[in-house]
């Protein structure tokens, strides 16, 4: 087990170096700066350079980055004249966690329990009407289910805030309202992955004799399906989490955008086009922690739902 | 859903023996009604995005500012267009939603083939060598993916994206030949050559995975090693031994890809990072009609069917040929 957690940390070493490495390349390979605008004279922008040391050759400068990085400081934002890049990024990045968490929340209470009603009665009218909602719901993207909930929730019935963000100071139901269509719009899709992965594991695990032992032994239905079936069917789900974290992430960048939410994507677009360059290098880092601690998580899980795994390798 | 395994006496006929399996499966697919449809309809999309001029009855830049926000169905207000309806209604610039819909197509389909042809060509190829080199070489190669791989997709295509745009920002006398021809195919095909790039980047990773695990599967079996026996090259046994064996999962799997890589197309065009204005992707249009979500929602709506009803059509169809290749997946 802890030989499986060290494996996955080593790991990180080389990606780290290529993910870095690659994202630092690319953006000093961009043409233009951080400090190009028309009004800016020539002498300021070179002074301004020398300041944040763009005037060294690159290899430099991502050695400088990498030892700043080692001291856990991600150096300052350019296009905010040098505030630290932390303290955009960090209020930013509880926000898409929280977003993230909701939405998956969304995903996992919708899903599961779609993808066990529907295996438990297969063949029947709920097991076709889920399967078909799931395919719909993988086919709608977020970029056009997010605005249909807007128009429909918050513009026509006025149920939600149409777009924006309430922290939970502004109270509880400000907060949850505010949360609940980004939420859903970013889970959507996910949960509908769920549901047909959680089917497809629930009834290859039913056709499994120990289900037949189970039954046979005179065990009411309820524990067959909670105790022997699902705990085994959880174990393909468990292991999309990983992927699913990914989602997540990436997806949070467009119901960012839609909601007007102030969380960790925006700066990533922004950033690349105003070349702030510490804040991209910081916003790629982050997520590349959070994809592999995501999948570390998932690793533990897994040897915790399936004691057999992880005691060979 | 999909249709009915053979029935006993088929299997029993000795007319079987001939059929192939592309025959099993192309015969199971047409059964089902709902497979024909999806079929049909993009088929119908293929057609479109081909020859778009004969179905869009406007240009896709023809702006009449008197018909700005025009509902749909209602007629043209500007004189030269006296008695024309726009079935779906104009946009804020009074352009024709209906002709930019069909231009729009081009995009998403020349994506989804272009996400699909890649992925075929170098993920495939990659798989296959990597799952059949000694587990040295096939090490490297994953590891390779691997890292590719923990770079957030996304994050990549809009880095890609940014970089090859900013490229083509520059003027002409500072690129070298490649990067002038690189930028004159984009702006003849107006920001789309580097969405293509960067989709085909990352499109073949996936690919790659799959064809290697199902190579390492299939490389232990009797049929290798007795090809291998008999004297076979590496590359007779990759291309006529073990690619028409995986070939099947590729395909269902790169069919329930293509949504992605056309969802991708219009994520991009959403956040202005994709096609260029005033070239109509579907991405753009629905980024347009959210920008008047609240005074003329028909602009969104058209777009976001389009894109949805295609996601929905190759999904489904995937998800069909995988029923009808092998009827003990089905509830996989």
């Not at chain 1, 290529?18 to 800016?40: I, N």
């Not at chain 1, 960090?90 to 998956?104: H, R, Y």
């Not at chain 1, 295996?119 to 009407?129: F, K, L, P, Y």
């Not at chain 2, 309806?85 to 989804?112: E, H, K, N, P, Q």
Request: aromatic letters at 10%; charged letters at 15%.
């Amino acid at each position: 087990m802890i030989r499986v957690i060290i494996r996955r940390l080593l790991w990180f070493i080389p990606v780290f170096f290529v993910v870095t490495g690659l994202t630092f390349a690319t953006m000093h390979a961009l043409p233009g700066g951080p400090f190009d605008s028309d009004k800016t004279p020539p002498a300021l922008i070179q002074q301004m350079e020398e300041v944040f040391g763009l005037n060294r050759p690159v290899q430099e400068q991502y050695f400088i980055w990498l030892s700043s990085v080692a001291q856990l400081k991600f150096g300052p934002s350019l296009a905010a004249r040098g505030k630290p890049v932390e303290s955009f990024l960090l209020p930013g990045l509880a926000v898409s966690v929280q977003l993230g968490l909701f939405a998956m929340l969304f995903a996992l209470s919708v899903g599961m329990p779609a993808g066990i009603v529907a295996a438990m009665h297969r063949g029947s009218w709920r097991d076709r009407s889920a399967t078909l909602i799931a395919i719909i719901g993988v086919s709608v993207p977020a970029i056009v289910l997010g605005p249909v909930l807007q128009w429909l929730f918050a513009l026509r019935l006025g149920w939600f805030p149409v777009a924006q963000w309430a922290s939970l100071s502004d109270g509880l139901i400000p907060y949850l309202s505010h949360i609940v269509l980004p939420a859903i719009t970013l889970g959507a899709g996910l949960s509908a992955i769920i549901a047909r992965l959680t089917r497809a594991s629930m009834l290859q695990v039913l056709g499994e004799d120990y289900i037949r032992t189970a039954q046979a032994k005179g065990l009411s239905q309820r524990v067959v399906t909670v105790r022997h079936a699902l705990r085994n069917a959880l174990i393909p789900v468990v292991t999309y989490l990983g992927p699913l974290a990914a989602a997540v992430l990436t997806g949070s960048l467009v119901v960012e955008q839609i909601f007007a939410i102030p969380g960790m994507g925006r700066y990533f677009v922004t950033s690349i086009s105003s070349r702030d360059y510490p804040m991209v290098m910081a916003v790629v880092v982050i997520y590349a922690l959070i994809i592999v601690g995501v999948n570390l998580l998932v690793d533990i899980l897994y040897t915790v739902i399936d004691p057999r795994i992880g005691h060979g390798n | 859903m999909a249709t009915s395994t053979a029935p006993a006496s088929v299997l029993a006929s000795p007319a079987r023996r001939s059929r192939t399996l592309l025959y099993d499966v192309v015969m199971r697919l047409v059964k089902d009604p709902l497979v024909v449809i999806c079929v049909l309809y993009l088929a119908a999309l293929i057609v479109v995005a081909i020859f778009p001029s004969t179905f869009a009855p406007l240009s896709y830049e023809e702006t009449n500012f008197p018909d700005k926000l025009a509902p749909p169905m209602s007629y043209a207000t500007t004189p030269k267009l006296e008695g024309f309806r726009y079935i779906m209604g104009a946009d804020r610039l009074g352009r024709d939603i209906f002709s930019r819909l069909i231009y729009g197509t081009r995009v998403s389909i020349a994506v989804a083939f272009l996400g699909a042809g890649i992925s075929f060509a170098i993920g495939l190829t990659y798989g296959l060598v990597a799952g059949y080199s000694p587990a040295k070489v096939d090490n490297m190669m994953m590891r390779i993916v691997d890292i590719i791989y923990a770079y957030p997709t996304l994050i990549l295509i809009i880095l890609l994206q940014v970089f090859l745009t900013s490229l083509a920002q520059q003027p002409a006398e500072s690129l070298g030949a490649l990067q002038t021809l690189l930028v004159t195919l984009d702006t003849r095909s107006g920001g789309l050559f580097f969405v293509f790039v960067a989709i085909g980047a990352v499109s073949w990773l996936n690919m790659a995975r799959l064809t290697r695990g199902q190579t390492l599967h299939y490389r232990e079996q009797e049929f290798v090693q007795a090809a291998e026996l008999v004297g076979a090259n590496n590359r007779r046994i990759m291309w006529r031994h073990l690619l028409p064996n995986i070939i099947g999962t590729c395909i269902v799997a790169e069919t329930l890809a293509i949504p992605a890589y056309i969802y991708t197309e219009a994520f991009l065009s959403f956040i202005g990072l994709g096609v260029q204005p005033p070239m109509p992707s579907w991405g753009s249009m629905i980024a347009d009609g959210y920008g008047a979500l609240r005074s003329a929602p028909h602009i969104i709506f058209f777009p976001a069917l389009a894109l949805s009803l295609t996601m929905l059509a190759f999904n489904f169809l995937g998800d069909a040929i995988r029923d009808a290749m092998d009827p003990k997946l089905r509830d996989r």
